[in-house]
């Protein structure tokens, strides 16, 4: 009895688990801890490398002794794992597979929990704090194998002829030649790169930014309108990251002290590609590169993918069939405005129309359309290009922005002269859009007589099919703008998260005010009434405010009331 505990209070930890629960013999479990300590290792991957335990058995017993929770992978679906965080050298050399992410955690698959070594690098790499997992030692590696052979799939899609290999871009002969050879020649920087645009176009981003700071490096999503940190890259990798992305969109990687402004093309298929705008900006800590990924297959939604409502959809597709007269836009940066402009231009792009646009930088390049890019410097400001449009024999008419009296006046003429116009505003609301004009210096008679529609929008996120019901009190339903008589019709959904969506939502859907200039509301514009007013009419008129509009998509659960806060006034 003394010899065995003799024996027994040599081992300790991991060891003597086993050994008190009859999976090892006392003199295995003694030679394990002597291999383990002459190899630098952990008892637990020693004796996952020795094969001398069931796999299974072994992180059984591991689970129990350091607390970890124990997952069987081999049922998960491994294609929607979060490799791009982690790089592949990383997952294949510590045997570690992010699994999935939760907050400002990434949750990783590990054999051997206790190798603090591993979770240091991995939290390093990725900029997430690290959750660890036990699996299996033979599970991990075959679910290891299973999730880089999907990622490898994805990225073969984009062969040498339609993928990354394809990226134009061009070099400027005086760019400085160490910069340049780093960019190019540095195939980890070439494919983080890659990856991340290939990440953020299969997550359905709208824009992508590479933000220096002074002691960390942190490149965001623009998810549904939203900005999400994705990954932290060491501090040190800003220069050549910025470098690689300006020599791809044909910068001077050599001038850091200036904003530039390029584009980069990705050939997706022979029949479909994705341009990248890409913007730089010196910061007190290097170059910040913005890169706003411009979809032209986003703005084929049809109108029934904007979100008008029946009544907005009807009144707009008869503004949008009228021979002339001017269609205004309206809403802050990113809220829809040129897809829901290129949705009415791919409605009417056909061979017996000429349409031209001139915008400010032109984002989605359409076949049959003449499309102009304004540049001041030179002197092709929108007004001019109006001017020379007018003497092309047009019939629609695009100006990406109405800024000033003169770009104002021309469009306005040319609604008055048998032209369809579209263009787009910056205001809260439609009926500011008017007194927006008029105080611009635009007679009013000239407005009543061009203007036929001004559409107000915003865009709401949507929430996905993983959402709950959601109840809330009588009275804090009609603070938030119900109608008493229709709660019953009601339908309160809250957002839940999956790992298929975005914390709870996924997509966006416009929310629109939809005005047509009436007799009644031409009348109050005629006697320069304020926006006030207008919309007083409009509202008498049935003309759904932005708020309502949003209500609208709550009751039917298509967003929820946090949402629609975000977006519209209370």
């Known amino acids: 009895m003394n010899s065995e505990l003799k024996v027994s209070s040599q081992l300790r930890g991991f060891a003597r688990r086993l050994v008190a629960e009859g999976l090892m013999e006392e003199q295995e479990a003694l030679s394990a801890c002597d291999g383990a300590s002459k190899n630098g290792t952990t008892v637990l991957a020693w004796l996952s490398q020795q094969q001398s335990l069931d796999p299974s058995t072994l992180a059984q017993a591991a689970s129990v002794e350091y607390g970890v ?8 679906d491994l294609g929607q794992t979060p490799t791009s965080l982690v790089s592949e050298s990383l997952i294949l050399k510590h045997k570690a597979l992010p699994l999935y992410l939760r907050g400002n955690s990434i949750f990783v698959a590990l054999s051997d929990p206790t190798d603090h070594t591993i ?3 991995i939290s390093f790499s990725s900029g997430f704090h690290v959750e660890p997992i036990l699996v299996a030692a033979d599970q991990l590696d075959k679910a290891i194998e299973r ?11 984009f062969d040498s002829e339609e993928g990354f290999e394809d990226l134009g871009f061009q070099i400027d002969e005086d760019t400085d030649e160490i910069d340049l050879e780093n960019a190019i020649d540095e195939t980890p920087v070439v494919r983080f790169i890659n990856k991340v645009l290939l990440d953020a176009i299969r997550k359905g981003a709208s824009d992508i930014h590479f933000e220096p700071y002074e002691s960390k490096y942190r490149i965001r999503y ?5 900005l999400k940190s994705i990954a932290s890259p060491p501090v040190q990798m800003a220069r050549r990251l910025t470098a690689r992305l300006k020599v791809m969109a044909g910068l001077d990687i050599a001038e850091k002290r200036v904003p530039q402004d390029g584009r980069i093309k990705l050939n997706i298929t022979r029949t479909r590609s994705i341009d990248f705008r890409v913007s730089t900006c010196p910061t007190l800590f290097g170059e910040k590169v913005v890169l706003r990924i411009l979809d032209s297959a986003s703005t084929n939604l049809g109108i029934e993918g904007l979100g008008f409502e029946p009544t907005q959809h009807d009144i707009y597709l008869e503004s949008v069939k009228k021979p002339y007269g001017m269609i205004l836009v309206t809403g802050p940066t990113g809220s829809g405005k040129t897809v829901t402009l290129y949705t009415a231009l791919n409605l009417l792009n056909d061979e017996g129309r000429n349409i031209s646009t001139v915008e400010d930088p032109v984002e989605i390049r359409v076949h049959g359309i003449n499309q102009v890019q304004q540049n001041a410097k030179q002197g092709m400001t929108f007004a001019r ?11 629609v008419i695009m100006v990406g922005e109405i800024r000033d009296l ?3 006046e021309i469009g306005i003429k040319a609604a008055q002269t048998g032209h369809l116009v579209l263009s787009t505003l910056h ?5 500011q859009s008017i007194t927006r004009l008029m105080n611009m210096g635009v007679p009013s008679y000239n407005i009543t007589s061009a203007v036929n529609l001004v559409i107000a929008q915003r865009l709401i996120r949507t929430l996905h099919k993983c959402k709950q019901r959601d109840e809330l009190p009588e009275e804090a339903m009609i603070r938030a703008g119900f109608d008493s008589e229709n709660l019953d019709e009601v339908n309160l959904y809250k957002p839940v998260g999956c790992s298929e969506c975005n914390e709870g939502y996924r997509g966006r859907s416009g929310v629109f005010q939809v005005m047509p200039l009436s007799e009644e509301i031409q009348q109050i514009v005629l006697e320069e009434g304020s926006a006030l007013k207008i919309a007083k009419e409009a509202a008498k008129e049935g003309v759904l405010d932005l708020r309502q509009a949003a209500l609208l998509k709550v009751a039917r659960g298509v967003t929820d009331l946090i949402e629609i806060n975000r977006v519209t006034k209370d």
Do not use: H, K, Y
Not at 147 to 157: H, K, M
Not at 385 to 395: E, G, H, K, T, V
């Open 147 to 157: 999730a880089l052979a999907v990622a490898e799939e994805e990225f073969d899609d």
């Open 406 to 408: 003169e770009t104002a």
């Open 69 to 76: 929770p124990l997952l069987d992978v081999s049922s998960l």
């Open 222 to 226: 623009r998810l549904d309108g939203v």
């Open 427 to 431: 205001t809260n609301d439609a009926p």
């Open 119 to 121: 979770i240091d690098e």
């Open 385 to 395: 290009a109006l001017r020379s449009f007018l003497r092309q024999d047009p019939d």
